[in-house]
C-alpha cells in the first residue's frame, strides 16, 4: 500500500470521530504554546514558520536543530 493510500484510509477512520480531533487539536495547540515560550517567541511566530510564512531566526534554529535530529543548514 502506498502512503498516499494509507493517508487517505487515515482519513477516512477519522473523519467521523470529532471527540478524537478535538482532543488532538488541543493538544497540538498546548504542544505549539509550549515550544514558542521554550523557544522564546510567540505563538503567531511559530504558526507563521510552519505555514511557511516566516523563518525562525538563527538562534531559535539552533535550539530546535540541538533537540531535534535537524541540520541547522
Excluded: F
Excluded at 1 to 13: A, D
Amino acid at each position: 500500500m502506498n502512503p498516499h493510500t494509507q493517508s487517505i484510509g487515515h482519513l477516512e477512520r477519522s473523519a467521523g470521530n470529532d471527540r478524537l480531533k478535538r482532543a488532538l487539536a488541543a493538544r497540538l495547540d498546548k504542544a505549539l504554546t509550549r515550544a514558542a515560550k521554550w523557544l522564546g517567541v510567540s505563538e503567531y511566530d511559530v504558526q507563521y514558520w510552519r505555514r511557511g510564512i516566516t523563518v525562525p531566526p538563527l538562534n531559535a534554529c539552533m535550539r530546535l536543530a540541538a533537540v531535534l535530529p535537524l541540520d541547522v543548514h
